[in-house]
Every structure is written in C-alpha cells, then in structure tokens.
Nanobody
Framework: VQLVESGGGLVQAGGSLRLSCTAS????????MAWFRQAPGKEREFVAA????????YYADSVRGRFVISRDNAKNTVYLQMNSLKPEDTALHYC?????????????????WGQGTQVTVSS
C-alpha cells in the first residue's frame, strides 16, 4: 500500500485545514487508518484513528472536539478535518495504515506510512 498525503499549509490560529490521504491498491477497506504528527525535536505522536468501516474513531486528548477523522472507502481516502487550530498543532502530519481491526495509538503497530504533509499554525 502506498499512501500520499495532501492538504497541509500555513494557517492562522483559529483557522481550519482538511488533510487527505489517498491509498493505492484495491484493499483500502481492509486497513485501519490513523493520523500521526511529529514536531521538530519531538517524538511522533498519535492524533486520530478510524476503523475499517468507519464505525469507530479514537482521538488524542489534545485534538478531541477540534479534529474529525473520516474515510471514504470508495475513494481509497482518509481525511482529517482540523478546526480551531493552535500553534502547538504545528507539525509534519502523517497518515498510516495497518491490517486488521485493532486501532492502535502506537506508531510501531502501523505497517505503511505516507511521506507527510506540513501543517504550520501561526499565532
């Protein structure tokens, strides 16, 4: 599976962005999907995850109520709608895929990664 993210950019605090991640192949619906992010000098951290049929979602405490993860299996795409952005959301944002149903918050549990898309929030 190859993953390609898009939608990052520069936005003022309080603004919104929608990230997209499109997967190659015909088995997208068999993968649980997640978004992670990594700021300079920090470890990669979990942001949100979504089950294969979109019936279950998990969020990091830092983004719950502001971000929404969704997916469209017909388009092989997972989204991250980010609202009320804060300067501390500034990071390289990655999407990741893992086989099976378990929604993990750990980067090591994911098999495939995109190249990342930069989100920068100015104060």
């Amino acid at each position: 599976v190859q993953l390609v993210e898009s939608g990052g950019g520069l936005v003022q605090a309080g603004g919104s962005l929608r990230l997209s991640c499109t997967a190659s192949g015909r088995t997208f619906s068999s993968y649980s999907m997640a978004w992670f992010r990594q700021a300079p000098g920090k470890e990669r951290e979990f942001v949100a995850a979504i089950s294969r049929n979109a019936g279950t979602t998990y969020y990091a405490d830092s983004v719950r109520g502001r971000f929404v993860i969704s997916r469209d299996n017909a388009k092989n795409t997972v989204y991250l709608q980010m609202n009320s952005l804060k300067p501390e959301d500034t990071a390289l944002h990655y999407c990741a895929a893992r086989s099976g149903t378990y929604l993990s918050r750990m980067p090591r549990d994911y098999d495939y990664w995109g190249q990342g898309t930069q989100v920068t929030v100015s104060s």
